[in-house]
C-alpha cells in the first residue's frame, strides 16, 4: 500500500467505526480477491490505529456503509444483531429493466465458491425511480432502467448481485452477474464504469450504549453524474 488515500468516517467512536467504503477496494485479505497491495483493513490500520475487527463484509466492488469494531466483544454483539436480522440494511441499485413497484426475491444461494448447499436468501426492493433512455440495442429502440431501495434480510455471498440476476434485472456495472451490452452502454454513452450498487443507509443499536445509530454513506461521482443523466436526482427518500 502506497500514498493510500485516506478513508471516509461515517461515525467514529471508542467502540466502532462505520466506514464509507470506495468501489474497487477489497476489504480484507482472501482467496477470493487474491494477491493485492490494498485493503481496506490495512489502510484503516494505518489511518486510526489500535486493534480493528470487521463486523461484516462488502464486496470488492460494491460502495458503502462498512462497520468495524475496535474489540473482538464489540466484533461479536454487532455479529448477534446481524445475525438476529435486527440491522436495518438500505441498498441502493440501478437495474435493468422495471421490476414491479416492489417485491422480494425467495431464492436459495450457495456459498463463495457458487457451488456446494444452497442455503435460504431473501431479498426485498421498492421502486424509486424509472427511465427510458433513447439508445438502440438489440431488438429495442430503447432500454429501460429502475432504482431500486433494496433491503436483504439474510446475508449471503454476492446476494443481492445474484438474486437480481436470477430475476433477470441485472445491477448496471456488474462484470460478474450482469449484462455486458448495458455495461458497455453505460461506459460509452455515460462515460460510467462502476458497479451501480451501494450500502447506501445503515440502522442498528449501538453494541456498548444502546443508542440508535441511522448511518448513511453518500453518493460518489459517479453515482451523482447518473442520477443527473436519468433525471432521478430527487428520486432518493429522505431518512
Known sequence: MTNAAPLDLIHEDAHLLAVDKPPGLAVHRSRLVGSDEDYLIDRLRAQVGGELYLAHRLDRATSGVLLVARSQQVAAELGRQLMARTVDKS??????GWPAEQGEIDYPLSGASLRGEAKPALTRWRRLATVEVPIAMGRYPQQRYALLDVAPATGRYRQIRRH???????????????????NRLIRIHFGLARLFLHAWRLRLVHPVDGTELALEAPLDAQWQRLLAAFGWCGALPAA
Open 91 to 96: 441498498y441502493l441499485a440501478v437495474v435493468r
Open 164 to 182: 437480481f440476476h436470477h430475476v433477470s434485472h441485472h445491477i448496471l456495472g456488474d462484470t460478474s452477474h450482469g449484462r455486458g451490452d448495458h
